[in-house]
């Protein structure tokens, strides 16, 4: 069922209690209203029978002359009875015309049971009369039946222009919602340069604003793993072409040489001696650049000895090639018993900050921290270093902040970096751990 069906239901099902609450009020209110005028009016027709005939003994002509003021009393039916048992009329028949009287089912709720009245009147000659008073409501609940006719048609009228109203306003609502949606379908196909406008309505403009800042968010993201994605591909293109150039300076020329060697062995009056030491001079070199070749392509040591053994491996290289530098290592022995997707990602991300504080910090002490924490068990990675720092909200994020972020966040960890100018700057990442 759609939002607007929902909404039409219940203001259906709310209204139409609202009519019955409001019909049996009405019908409680007129039922009261009737007793009380039909009770009012037998009062005051018996104040006016005492007042006209009084307690004395009187004229029948004048007294008959006094009852006839009361033959417009409205709501009762007057009847005097004679002493031979004959009844005379007082009041007229109510006038009210046929097509106007109410239904039978609503005069059956408002009526309710009136006594009836007997005033005695004693004549001049000693005999005595009997007043009759008997109620006649039905011009009172004629009158009743339209006033509550009239307040269901205001109940009916109300009910219609809310309906129109909330039709009116869901059809907006809606139309608004289709926008959303449709600008929301573009952002999920790439189109983020697709905007919302402004809407009249404070909620959905403040929707259509976040919904804009999300999308000028993932356009910048896009546009970053883009670039990010260009620079991996042509660092691996610059490494393959290293490796290339490697191979074709190092061994062909190598493999050349032996090859040489080799034939010029086969005479009969070469030096075998120098020419076998020449060629275990030539493969020890080869040897040297393959483990040159192999370290930087990946450490064998990260999957024999562990994480730990090989960054104090790493440090102790960096620790030589730049001795103005101090490194302290900390690593939690259990580090090793990690997976080891995770731990090469590790390795790449400090391996990475390394090479960025050596390149640009001028740091003299950096500090790494590897630890593990229970409840909830996670591996925080913390990286220090006394260098002049920066100002993050005015330098954009290099490439290599970039790749070890993305290398964090592929592993569903969080990836923060702390640093003011001349303070060093602290990475700190956190990733779970199954």
Excluded at 257 to 279: F, P, Q, R, W, Y
Excluded at 381 to 396: E, H, T
Aim: net charge negative; aromatic share 6%; glycine share 4%.
């Amino acid at each position: 069922m759609s939002l607007r069906d929902q909404i039409s239901l219940r203001i259906l099902l709310i209204s139409l209690f609202i009519l019955i609450l409001g019909g049996t009020i009405a019908i409680w209110q007129a039922r009261n209203a009737v007793s009380n005028e039909v009770d009012s009016s037998i009062k005051l027709a018996l104040q006016l029978i005492k007042m006209t005939v009084g307690t004395t003994k009187s004229n029948e002509t004048d007294w008959i002359h006094g009852l006839s003021t009361l033959e417009q009393t409205r709501h009762l039916k007057i009847q005097l009875k004679k002493p031979s048992g004959s009844i005379v009329n007082i009041t007229r028949k109510p006038l009210t015309k046929q097509q106007d009287l109410p239904p039978s089912w609503f005069v059956k709720l408002v009526v309710s049971h009136y006594p009836e009245a007997e005033y005695q009147i004693s004549t001049s000659d000693n005999n005595f009369m009997s007043l009759i008073i008997q109620a006649k409501p039905m011009d009172e609940i004629t009158e009743v039946w339209h006033e509550t006719i009239a307040f269901f048609s205001s109940i009916l009228l109300l009910v219609l222009l809310t309906f129109l109203s909330v039709h009116l306003l869901f059809n907006k609502t809606l139309q608004a919602i289709q926008t959303i949606v449709d600008n929301l379908k573009a952002v999920e196909e790439g189109e983020y340069d697709k905007k919302l406008s402004d809407f009249s309505t404070q909620e959905y403009g403040s929707i259509a604003k976040a919904i804009n800042h999300m999308s000028d968010v993932l356009a910048y993201t896009q546009k970053q793993n883009q670039a990010l994605t260009q620079h991996s591909l042509q660092i691996q293109e610059e490494e393959r072409q290293h490796l290339s150039q490697e191979l074709h300076d190092e061994f062909a020329q190598s493999l050349t040489a032996i090859k040489v060697m080799a034939v010029t062995a086969g005479h009969e009056n070469s030096d075998s001696k120098k020419l076998t030491s020449s060629i275990i001079e030539i493969c020890d070199h080869l040897m040297t650049v393959l483990r040159s070749m192999m370290k930087q392509l990946h450490p064998l040591m990260l999957t024999e000895l562990g994480l730990k053994a090989t960054l104090e491996d790493l440090l102790n290289h960096w620790e030589s090639r730049t001795p103005s530098t101090t490194f302290e290592l900390q690593v939690d022995d259990a580090v090793d018993k990690i997976n080891k997707t995770t731990i090469i990602q590790i390795f790449r991300v400090i391996q990475e900050s390394l090479t960025n504080i050596l390149r640009h910090a001028c740091a003299s002490q950096v500090t790494i921290n590897l630890h593990i924490k229970t409840k909830p068990r996670v591996l925080l990675v913390l990286i220090n270093d006394d260098g002049q720092g920066c100002d993050l909200n005015k330098v954009s994020s290099g490439f290599g902040l970039q790749g070890m972020a993305e290398r964090i966040k592929l592993l569903g960890g969080e990836f923060t970096l702390q640093s003011q100018p001349e303070q060093g700057m602290q990475i700190k990442a956190k990733i779970p751990l199954a």
